[in-house]
């Protein structure tokens, strides 16, 4: 079955901490994207990727890392300077970067609870 | 300005009724425009494009109004099943396709 993994479904860690989210696609999309929701808020863009070997931050970036060395994995650090981490992440990706009705679909998502 | 807006509802109709959703977008130049559907706890996914004519998908309809920037989303025949929360979702007509999303639309469609 063609789609977008996000493990682990659920992801406990303790302060201070760095924790890696994954997402692996077998669509064969070139594009890919890194969303937080929080309650009541919209989905926010916190980095994507148009090519491997290429990222660009969003618009919440800060305390977030990513690397592209594979077309089909797009791997999310939350780093311990991220002051609010606890969120639901979603990862998501589209067939190209740019173009009208370009829809992005997207993982399961990935629910970080920090203690 | 938010560069998406939604009225958050809550709406609650019965099963067969009929009920709209109105987004508004900030940014003229955005070229593409979606509405997708979220069920508690999951992933966003995509229920339709919106095309500049207007398009259905079997009881939904959506329509855009590029003049008074906003996009709507029609459902006839509420079933039981359509119960979510409706996103209402832009391009910010940038490189790297950038979505802006809507703080969403809760629907609960009632027996």
Not at chain 1, 29 to 55: C, E, K, T
């Amino acid at each position: 079955d063609g789609g977008i993994t996000q493990s682990p479904k659920y992801l406990f860690r303790k302060e201070g901490q760095n924790v890696t989210l994954s997402c692996e696609q077998n669509l064969n999309h070139d594009a890919m994207y890194w969303y937080r929701q929080d309650p009541g808020q919209g989905l926010r863009l916190i980095y994507y990727s148009q090519i491997v070997n290429d990222f660009q931050k969003g618009d919440i970036a800060e305390g977030y890392s990513v690397s592209r060395e594979k077309k089909e994995s797009f791997p999310l650090t939350v780093t311990s300077a991220q002051k609010n981490p606890t969120a639901f992440y979603l990862c998501a990706s589209s067939i190209t970067p740019t173009g009208a009705y370009n829809e992005q679909f997207f993982g399961p998502g990935t629910r970080l609870t920090v203690l | 300005r938010k560069e998406v807006e939604q009225d958050p509802g809550p709406f609650n109709v019965p099963e067969g009724a009929t009920v709209a959703f109105n987004c508004t977008y900030s940014n003229s130049a955005s070229q593409s425009f979606f509405w997708y559907r979220q069920d508690c706890r999951k992933e966003p996914k995509l229920l339709m494009s919106v095309y500049s004519s207007g398009n259905e998908d079997g009881r939904f309809t959506a329509q855009l109004n590029r003049a008074s920037q906003y996009i709507s989303l029609l459902i006839r025949d509420s079933k039981l099943s359509d119960s979510a929360t409706y996103l209402c979702v832009v391009n910010g007509a940038n490189t790297g396709n950038q979505f802006y999303f809507g703080t969403g639309t809760s629907l609960t469609v009632i027996p």
